[in-house]
DNA sequence: CCCCCCCC
């Protein structure tokens, strides 16, 4: 690229760049040959009001509101949907963010009106590297570059290396948005599908993950639960741009993506130790991974639920040295009960604690429970 | 926006 380009390729295409050459040219000619063709191509950058093309290309932990004009190369982390609003002269306004992410953080970006325009026409799409030129202030969480009429967001060939600060899952409460977070994949459901209220078909699944401060359920959204095809359990995972909810009948937080979030398979290393309840802790109402031995078998039954279909239940008893507790397996966990003998070490991991048969505490082993025989 | 902890 000659140097030319290179500075029209800042100016964000504001104007072609045969005008651009042109006015370079009589630029050279205007100033009797006293200056070189780059200086002044940056005079006509500056004529155009775009005054920083001179400027160093920065990395992302270095943008503060302080620095104003900025240049830097990003890769898009995620795309919000572009708003519209009226402004005080009657014209109607637009913006649209962007996060992007460079090796040493990500940050919010702002587009304005034609800029915001690019993510409107689906031009920005996630994992594009950009280059960008925009001026940093102070936005509404930290730090965030504005880019208006004069500033520059072009797609590069460059690629680039991401990091993203990620939250750690204990720290994932209720309410939170932008949520970034890498683990270790514990479990994958079954997708199900749904009817929407406008009618449409909707599609729901779930993936579960851990790190070494806890686990948490992920709802993934529609298009979203095709991310898990490519992935097995125990790989390490990354969430971008998760936000969370509390879950209406569980009343547990769970992440959720949804268009705008992204689930994809990352190399980190994440720890995760699953935690073992002692049996004799266990209280109704809550979920629970237990570690101990086979010390009671039941039968293999068959029944039909209200609704007339037919499910298969077995019941199980396992020990540990604080107690001993009744394990409901339902469904194809039942079919376990005729491969153990008395004495197997076994893990339950996500059961769900009740009062049951006189009054006992139970654990059900449903859909979400895995078991390891040891 | 969905699953919904079921048996004897």
Same mark, same amino acid.
């Given at each position: 690229?000659?140097?030319?380009?290179?500075?029209?390729?800042?100016?964000?295409?504001?104007?072609?760049?045969?005008?651009?050459?042109?006015?370079?040219?009589?630029?050279?000619?205007?100033?009797?040959?006293?200056?070189?063709?780059?200086?002044?191509?940056?005079?006509?950058?500056?004529?155009? $009001?775009?005054?920083?093309?001179?400027?160093?290309?920065?990395?992302?932990?270095?943008?503060?509101?302080?620095?104003?004009?900025?240049?830097?190369?990003?890769?898009?982390?995620?795309?919000?949907?572009?708003?519209?609003?009226?402004?005080?002269?009657?014209?109607?306004?637009?913006?649209?963010? @962007?996060?992007?992410?460079?090796?040493?953080?990500?940050?919010?970006?702002?587009?304005?009106?034609?800029?915001?325009?690019?993510?409107?026409?689906?031009?920005?799409?996630?994992?594009?590297?950009?280059?960008?030129?925009?001026?940093?202030?102070?936005?509404?969480?930290?730090?965030?570059?504005?880019?208006?009429?004069?500033?520059?967001?072009?797609?590069?060939?460059?690629?680039?290396?991401?990091?993203?600060?990620?939250?750690?899952?204990?720290?994932?409460?209720?309410?939170?948005?932008?949520?970034?977070?890498? $683990?270790?994949?514990?479990?994958?459901?079954?997708?199900?599908?749904? #009817?929407?209220?406008?009618?449409?078909?909707?599609?729901?699944?779930?993936?579960?993950?851990?790190?070494?401060?806890?686990?948490?359920?992920?709802?993934?959204?529609?298009?979203?639960?095709?991310?898990?095809?490519?992935?097995?359990?125990?790989?390490?995972?990354?969430?971008?741009?998760?936000?969370?909810?509390?879950?209406?009948?569980? #009343?547990?937080?769970?992440?959720?993506?949804?268009?705008?979030?992204?689930?994809?398979?990352?190399?980190?290393?994440?720890?995760?130790?699953?935690?073992?309840?002692?049996?004799?802790?266990?209280?109704?109402?809550?979920?629970?991974?237990?570690?101990?031995?086979?010390?009671?078998?039941?039968?293999?039954?068959?029944?039909?639920?209200?609704?007339?279909?037919?499910?298969?239940?077995?019941?199980?008893?396992?020990?540990?040295?604080?107690?001993?507790?009744?394990?409901? @397996?339902?469904?194809?966990?039942?079919?376990?009960?005729?491969?153990?003998?008395?004495?197997?070490?076994?893990?339950?991991?996500?059961?769900?604690?009740?009062?049951?048969?006189?009054?006992?505490?139970?654990?059900?082993?449903?859909?979400?429970?895995?078991?390891?025989?040891?």
């Amino acid at each position: 690229m000659d140097e030319i380009t290179e500075i029209y390729n800042k100016l964000g295409g504001i104007i072609s760049e045969d005008d651009f050459r042109k006015k370079v040219e009589e630029k050279v000619e205007q100033m009797s040959g006293l200056c070189d063709v780059k200086t002044a191509a940056m005079l006509v950058a500056h004529d155009l $009001g775009v005054t920083d093309t001179a400027k160093e290309v920065i990395k992302i932990k270095d943008i503060n509101p302080e620095i104003g004009n900025v240049n830097f190369v990003a890769k898009v982390v995620s795309v919000f949907d572009v708003r519209e609003f009226n402004r005080n002269d009657g014209t109607i306004g637009k913006v649209g963010n @962007l996060m992007v992410a460079d090796d040493t953080g990500s940050i919010r970006l702002t587009l304005w009106d034609e800029r915001a325009d690019l993510i409107k026409n689906g031009n920005i799409e996630v994992g594009d590297c950009m280059e960008i030129s925009g001026y940093a202030k102070d936005g509404y969480s930290g730090t965030e570059v504005n880019i208006g009429r004069y500033g520059v967001i072009n797609t590069t060939d460059q690629n680039i290396e991401i990091r993203l600060d990620s939250q750690k899952i204990s720290e994932i409460r209720d309410g939170m948005g932008d949520i970034n977070v890498s $683990g270790k994949l514990l479990d994958i459901s079954d997708v199900r599908t749904f #009817q929407k209220k406008d009618g449409s078909q909707g599609r729901v699944g779930n993936i579960l993950i851990g790190d070494e401060t806890g686990k948490i359920r992920v709802t993934l959204w529609d298009e979203k639960v095709d991310s898990t095809k490519e992935m097995k359990l125990d790989d390490t995972i990354e969430i971008i741009n998760g936000y969370a909810r509390t879950n209406n009948f569980s #009343q547990q937080v769970e992440i959720q993506i949804g268009n705008h979030g992204v689930l994809r398979k990352t190399d980190a290393e994440v720890e995760y130790k699953e935690s073992f309840t002692p049996i004799a802790d266990i209280i109704p109402g809550e979920s629970y991974s237990i570690e101990g031995s086979v010390s009671g078998l039941g039968e293999l039954r068959e029944f039909d639920r209200d609704d007339g279909t037919t499910n298969m239940v077995s019941n199980i008893y396992v020990s540990d040295d604080t107690g001993r507790i009744r394990i409901a @397996l339902w469904g194809d966990h039942a079919l376990l009960v005729d491969e153990l003998d008395i004495d197997t070490p076994i893990q339950i991991i996500d059961a769900y604690s009740k009062a049951g048969f006189n009054d006992e505490i139970e654990l059900s082993a449903g859909n979400r429970t895995r078991i390891t025989i040891m």
